[in-house]
């Protein structure tokens, strides 16, 4: 089971780099998965998208369509491209403790 | 100049790859792609992927196999092989295919007629490992000497091969570099097929041995056991997604967009594949448009397995394929429906319609048909308003393997087209000679390690050519440009092929489904359905 | 000339034709398998069809009874078993040797069944007529077999996409007709060979009074080896194809009892797989697996 660690702390990832658990998530576990995203500065706009993918996922159990979080949030997809570089799918949700989205999506 | 890969490289015993792909020996050159890349076609793999992962045949790899820690281990795993190969040569094991199976086993003559039938063989620079018989004349040198047991004669009649660890490991990643597209038993001229041996190959490793790719089975037909859906969507979330997309609809088109749920006797009961409701939501948005329009008594299912038409089972385990498929075909019997209505998504079109025909008893055998059949009766019944000139930017069409060279719905779809959209052109070549987009047999959704760029360097190189040249008279960036692609499969992979080639800056090409184009081009929805900006 | 030959040819066709019984028998046994898909039903195939399309273009397909044995598909059939049609359009380099090839094989069986015709009418005046055509037969078949057997030896051994999966074994069999149609000829060609119905008749009729060149009776006993040889090998690919290719992808709907029945029996087999997901167990059917849910089951495990 590959490792990621931060500081002193230490998370199980998949191989992609997703927490194993996503239960442990809170606000701290967020802003250490964000440097493996480059992203050092956690701004207001990061965490809206994030607190977003989270909310739901907590009542779901699922990641919500993108075209949800762009109509939700108020970014357009290419901004949250600006915030997230690899993506809602690889990055937000990376940070928001969420599995990695599966099936054809 | 290369040294020519033979059939016993496979046993070597070095965790060399076999074979290395860089860029200039690609075919077509990354020129004729707008490209100027170089070297490496590959990123490389990680140190550490090569430390602990089987990853010996061509610098990707896609299912992260953990290298044995001793020989015995290896001894065990290769036992393990050994006896899936002899059961899959067996009726009680393999009844379900045995009958191909032996008959490409015995009868091939090795004339290699399908090689220049391959896309993947040709775009790789024809590399030896990706002919479509090399990794069949693997299996059969290893049928012949295992399984029939054959001595001396045999060996010198068939050709001898040394089975061991290496030689497994490299059969299990090389039994998924092939898209199961069947472009080389169509050419066949004795009906060989090895297209087929690729899905028989990964039936040993998963049947027998639990090595799978785990988008395919953990976080596929598992979670889809599980849960419903390979999304990881619960019917509470696919209900929520799609009120959103009922909403968003409604909007867009200035129409009242309802989806009905679970309407027991129904007309028609139409299944998605569910990425399409994630990732894709013009596509149900647009059934619904037009279902609504067409005065159509349909419904949505939200049972197990009843939102979700896929079925990755079909690629690698004749196991999950069934119990995916008899669950998909107990909700509609449930539900009392008339008929099902496959959404755009070739292998469930292939899963629903052909292949679970014959272990469906007459009361799940319920009517069931291609939604771009239910597209055509509905653009041509007149019901709708249509007004091609809405759709009035080049456009071609992708032709879905398991939808047009294996079930051969070839026409209706262009029907549409002819019928809404002036400047269709269609892909050279097209219909059933169509080159597959390089995702097919479960590849679009396979994305460990460098994986990705394996699909859009090698696997879906031919696609992207063919639709570069389709465009070829509105090329660059001024003018858009449709890919129609009625099928998940094919958008989720020439999704990640624009990406990867940086297609939409450069080109101005988006892809999309059928279903788009005809709310698109309907009088009574607002104009500029069809949204250029999103991707 | 002794008896060795005539026994020879009859053992020969006897084996084949026994081979060729138990490799129908092999293929019939073997159990009904799911559909595959429509693919390649091989008179979609040909130019003829305009268009391709099948069944499924219909919404209400179910309801039709579909699929007639037309004569475009029949037509399209004959053309690829006699003129190799399928070979011809994908792969002509390969054609212009195994078209000769085959043809050969398939006048040396024309010439050979016309013999045995002559044999049986040779009382009548058209017993002279048969002899003729199944001389001309055998001669060109002899000329072509040698012809294609040689160039697709020739084409094994030097091109490069065949040379790597070509085994000892394709050369021994293409090596085993060139030789035979070789030495029947060049002993045919020598002023010792007796008249060509004079020698079938004493060859089929088992009589001694001929004395044939030895080189001719070398050929005869490999090409009779051949002939019983084939069956036992991919040479034998005429046999499936017709099994696999052209019958099993007809229409389910006119055997669908026996397909029930078929269907019955392989659900009613046990699996004997040993990955966990499968929970076979060895005592679980194909129809307990299939509505089984491996879910449940690694729970309750758990």
Request: charged share 20%; net charge neutral.
């Amino acid at each position: 089971m590959p490792e990621f660690k931060v500081g002193e702390h230490t998370y199980d990832v998949d191989e992609d780099g997703f927490l194993t658990n996503p239960d442990i998530w809170n606000r701290d576990v967020a802003k250490d998965l964000a440097t493996t995203e480059q992203i050092t500065d956690m701004t207001d706009n990061h965490w809206k998208v994030v607190q977003y993918l989270r909310d739901y996922y907590v009542q779901f159990g699922v990641a919500p369509m993108v075209r949800k979080v762009c109509k939700d949030t108020g970014f357009k997809l290419n901004e949250i491209y600006d915030l997230f570089p690899s993506g809602p799918a690889n990055g937000a949700c990376k940070i928001a403790g969420l599995p990695k989205p599966t099936g054809c999506v | 100049m290369k040294d020519v890969i033979r059939v016993s490289d496979m046993s070597r015993r070095n965790s060399d790859s076999l074979c290395t792909l860089d860029e200039p020996d690609l075919k077509p050159s990354p020129s004729s792609l707008g490209s100027v890349k170089e070297g490496p076609a590959l990123t490389p793999l990680k140190p550490e992927v090569i430390q602990c992962c089987e990853c010996s045949l061509d610098g990707t790899c896609a299912l992260n196999i953990a290298r044995p820690k001793s020989r015995e281990e290896e001894d065990r795993l290769v036992a393990s092989f050994l006896s899936g190969l002899e059961k899959l040569f067996t009726r009680e094991n393999n009844w379900t295919f045995l009958r191909f199976l032996v008959y490409t086993m015995e009868n091939c003559t090795r004339c290699q007629s399908c090689s220049d039938a391959c896309h993947i063989y040709e775009a790789s620079g024809r590399q030896e490992i990706y002919r479509p018989t090399y990794r069949t004349e693997v299996l059969r040198r290893l049928y012949f000497k295992y399984v029939k047991h054959g001595g001396l004669l045999s060996a010198w009649q068939h050709g001898d091969i040394e089975l061991n660890w290496p030689l497994v490991a490299r059969l299990a990643e090389l039994s998924y570099r092939c898209n199961l597209c069947r472009r080389c038993a169509q050419v066949c001229p004795i009906g060989a097929d090895n297209g087929l041996l690729a899905h028989e190959l990964r039936k040993i490793f998963s049947q027998e041995m639990g090595i799978h790719p785990k988008e395919l089975h953990d976080k596929g037909t598992m979670l889809q056991l599980k849960v419903g859906s390979t999304t990881g969507m619960p019917a509470a979330a696919v209900k929520d997604n799609v009120e959103f997309i009922d909403e968003d609809m409604s909007e867009r088109t200035g129409l009242e967009v309802h989806t009905p749920w679970d309407v027991e006797g129904a007309d028609v009961l139409l299944i998605h594949n569910a990425g399409e409701i994630l990732a894709w939501p013009e596509n149900p948005g647009a059934y619904a448009v037009v279902l609504n329009a067409a005065g159509i008594r349909w419904t949505l299912s939200s049972e197990l397995a009843g939102y979700d038409a896929v079925n990755y089972g079909l690629w690698y385990d004749d196991a999950q394929f069934t119990r995916v498929a008899l669950k998909q075909l107990e909700v509609a019997r449930k539900l009392k429906v008339k008929k099902i209505v496959i959404g755009e998504c070739g292998h469930a079109h292939k899963s629903l319609l052909v292949n679970v025909n014959r272990i469906a008893d007459d009361e799940l055998n319920i009517p069931r048909f291609s939604s771009i059949d239910l597209l055509r009766d509905i653009v041509f019944s007149g019901k709708l308003k249509l007004d091609p000139s809405r759709n009035n930017f080049p456009i071609t069409l992708q032709d879905p393997c398991a939808i047009v060279r294996l079930m051969r719905i070839i026409e209706p779809q262009r029907e549409i087209l002819h019928a809404i959209a002036p400047r269709f052109r269609e892909m050279t070549p097209h219909g059933v000679d169509n080159y597959c987009c390089g995702g097919g047999g479960g590849l679009a959704i396979l994305n460990a390690n460098n994986f990705g760029d394996w699909r859009s360097e090698v696997a879906g190189r031919k696609k992207l050519d063919q639709i570069l040249n389709a465009f070829s008279d509105s090329l660059g960036s001024s003018i858009p440009k449709y890919v129609c692609a009625p099928c998940s499969n094919c958008k989720g992979q020439i999704r990640d092929l624009f990406s990867y080639w940086n297609i939409w800056e450069r080109n101005r090409i988006l892809y999309g489904g059928l279903a788009e184009l005809v709310v698109n081009a309907m009088a009574e929805v607002k104009p500029g359905f069809l949204d250029w900006e999103w991707r | 000339m002794t008896l060795l030959l005539p026994i020879a040819i009859y053992v020969g066709l006897g084996v084949s034709l026994l081979g060729c019984l138990l490799r129908i028998f092999q293929y019939a046994r073997t159990p009904v398998p799911l559909v595959w898909d429509l693919l390649p039903a091989s008179g979609e195939e040909t130019d003829h069809a305009e268009h391709r399309g099948s069944y499924f273009e219909e919404t209400n397909w179910s309801k039709h009874p579909h699929h007639e044995h037309s004569f475009c598909e029949i037509s399209a059939m004959l053309q690829d078993i006699f003129l190799l049609h399928g070979l011809w359009r994908i792969n002509r380099p390969l054609w212009q040797w195994s078209f000769p090839f085959h043809a050969g094989l398939y006048l040396l069986l024309a010439g050979g069944s016309l013999s045995g015709l002559g044999v049986l009418f040779h009382p009548y005046a058209i017993a002279a007529v048969i002899f003729l055509l199944a001389r001309i037969c055998a001669w060109a078949g002899l000329w072509l077999t040698l012809f294609g057997s040689i160039g697709l030896a020739w084409r094994r051994i030097t091109d490069a996409n065949l040379r790597p999966y070509t085994v000892p074994g394709d050369l021994i069999n293409l090596g085993g007709f060139a030789l035979a149609c070789l030495l029947i000829l060049a002993g045919s060609l020598s002023r010792t060979m007796p008249p060509f119905q004079e020698t079938v008749f004493a060859l089929l009729t088992f009589q001694k009074i001929l004395q044939l060149p030895v080189l001719t009776q070398v050929g005869i006993v490999i090409g009779s080896a051949m002939a019983g040889y084939i069956p036992f090998t991919q040479m034998a690919h005429f046999i499936a194809k017709y099994i696999t290719y052209f019958l099993e992808r007809r229409e389910d709907a006119a055997m669908k009892a026996t397909i029930q029945a078929e269907m019955a029996r392989n659900l009613a087999y046990h699996p004997t797989w040993s990955a966990s997901h499968i929970a076979a167990e060895g005592n679980k059917s194909w129809a307990e697996i299939a509505i089984s849910n491996p879910i449940s089951a690694e729970r309750i495990s758990k």
